[in-house]
């Protein structure tokens, strides 16, 4: 596609549920990232994928947060029994190979945990 | 002792004055350098990379880089209100140059 497409825009879920969140990337491009965003926080590096390669999980908070890219495109990042502090806005990047010159943010996905 | 800082602001210029944003970093081994444009409600957006000392230039904006100092700026010449934005430093690590650190971001008030 033209950008990185991320559904939905918007989720509302009750604490304890567990919650999925879609990212579907430039086309072409074999690195895939997660950030998080907080209220007044920097951006949270999550995970990342590149090609075939183990993904990079270190920035996982917690093993609620799981996350996959299947056929190297689309990833599914999710988070099992949902806290209040899993509330953020979660962002989706992809660039060419992992190369150093930037990377392309999704517009996110508003996560409220109520 | 933040890896990324950045003042919060929020910094306000009139609208044609040059704006500077400043950046510094914690890791000295790191060796690209990022700044980021994000709107209200938005997704951040990249402006310009810079990898090497001096200076860089791109239209309306200059991205300054002093490795030895551990700083770097974001000049905007000609500063407009479409510019009122949060700019974010970003900041590969030595530890993994894909992984990018960002600052929490100036906020820039361009007044009419």
């Known amino acids: 596609g033209a950008g990185v497409s991320q559904s939905p825009s918007n989720k509302v879920t009750e604490k304890g549920k567990d919650v999925e969140l879609r990212c579907d990337p430039i086309s072409g491009h074999t690195a895939l990232y997660w950030y998080r965003q907080s209220l007044g926080q920097g951006l949270e590096f999550l995970i990342y994928f590149q090609g075939n390669s183990a993904p990079d999980k270190s920035g996982l908070p917690s093993d609620r947060f799981s996350a996959e890219r299947t056929g190297g495109s689309v990833s599914t990042l999710t988070i099992q029994r949902t806290q209040q502090e899993d509330s953020a806005v979660y962002l989706c990047?992809?660039?060419?190979?992992?190369?150093?010159?930037?990377?392309?943010f999704g517009s996110g996905t508003r996560l409220t945990v109520v | 002792q933040k890896e990324v800082e950045q003042n919060s602001g929020p910094l306000s210029v009139p609208e044609g004055a040059i704006a500077s944003l400043n950046c510094t970093y914690s890791d000295r081994g790191s060796q690209s350098f990022f700044w980021y444009r994000q709107y209200s409600g938005k997704s951040p957006e990249l402006i310009m990379f810079?990898?090497?000392?001096g200076d860089k230039e791109d239209g309306r904006f200059t991205a300054q880089l002093n490795k030895a100092s551990q700083y770097v700026s974001l000049l905007i010449r000609d500063s407009q209100p479409s510019d009122s934005a949060t700019y974010l430093c970003?900041?590969?690590?030595?530890?993994?140059?894909?992984?990018?650190?960002f600052g929490t971001g100036t906020r820039l008030k361009v007044l009419a």
């Open positions: 990047a992809s660039s060419f190979d992992g190369s150093n010159y930037g990377y392309t």
């Open positions: 970003a900041v590969t690590p030595t530890s993994g140059t894909y992984k990018y650190i």
């Open positions: 810079i990898y090497s000392n």
